[in-house]
């Protein structure tokens, strides 16, 4: 049987292709696409959120918002979800390109529930995104990603967002998300070996590849300025199949997964 982690890899590496190889085609070549005028966006998000993904006790963090590509036609919509993001085609109906996600260490220090566990180390994701608007009021929303250090697995996200202005400078908007991921991935956040079984007190557990988790997330956003963003945002995912069959959870934690929080991002504009 082909696995998970084998069909997302070639799907990664065909859409990275893809997409490189259309921005190429439609620019005479990666210089002359290179060559013109860019945008990077930067800000933060500061939430509340588990302590680590499955736990019941909730703390305060902060996590970074990054988004680089050639202008042209403005994105519809953008989500504090897009990870660290590279758009490498755009017609204004469909953006594709290469996506990237930090992960900082969990460990003991994280939570005393984590204490016996083998800690995720600080690292990242890596892979491509997809995005369509099937109407001028909806986007879909694809990432798949490839584990660097912090874990040897994949994951993907899918996200459906329906937005709406309410004025030209305030936008609603919300919808469901799901998450899965391989083996590899699970293994290191929700796994518990033998070993980490006699050291942490939790039940041993080993899981398969699935569904991580299914929720709906909803925001607020307003356009301060034509470069200043800022945004209100809650969410809810349910933990499902390895996930929320881990000792882990079980033993320590909860299924029901809740954030709530605020960003606020600046965009500039230069060319190459």
């Known amino acids: 049987m082909i696995s ?19 921005a190429a085609q439609d620019s005479g070549g990666l210089f002359g696409w290179v060559r013109g005028d860019w945008y990077l966006t930067v800000g933060a998000a500061g939430f509340v959120a588990p302590r680590f993904d499955g736990d019941d006790s909730y703390l305060f963090n902060v996590s970074p918002m990054i988004s680089l590509g050639k202008a042209g036609p403005e994105a519809r919509f953008t989500s504090r979800n897009d990870n660290i993001s590279l758009s490498l085609f755009d017609n204004g109906g469909f953006r594709a390109g290469v996506t990237g996600k930090l992960i900082f260490e969990r460990d003991g220090d994280t939570a005393d529930d984590l204490k016996g566990l083998d800690p995720v180390r600080f690292g990242g994701e ?30 993907g996200d899918v996200a459906v967002d329906a937005f709406t202005d309410v004025t030209p400078t305030i936008r609603l908007s919300g919808g469901p998300r799901i998450t899965f991921a391989s083996s590899d991935y699970f293994d290191a956040y929700y796994g518990v070996t033998p070993e980490e079984s006699a050291a942490s007190g939790i039940s041993t557990y080993s899981p398969k ?24 945002f809650g969410e809810y995912s349910r933990l499902m199949g390895p996930a929320a069959d881990s000792t882990l959870v079980k033993e320590r934690g909860s299924k029901n997964q809740w954030l709530f ?3 606020a991002t600046y965009r500039f504009d230069f060319q190459l």
């Not at 890899?9 to 259309?22: D, E, I, M, N």
């Not at 569904?211 to 209100?232: D, Y």
Request: charged share 20%; aromatic share 6%.
């Open 4 to 22: 998970l982690k084998r069909i997302s890899t070639v799907a990664v590496a065909l859409s990275l292709t893809a997409t490189a190889q259309a």
């Open 126 to 155: 890596a892979g491509a995104f997809a995005e369509i608007y099937p109407t001028d009021w909806l986007r879909v929303r694809g990432e798949l990603r490839q584990g660097i250090r912090s874990h040897d697995g994949i994951v």
């Open 209 to 232: 590849s699935g569904v991580e988790s299914v929720g709906i997330g909803g925001a607020i956003t307003w356009k301060a300025t034509e470069r200043v963003t800022t945004s209100a």
């Open 261 to 263: 929080g605020v960003s």
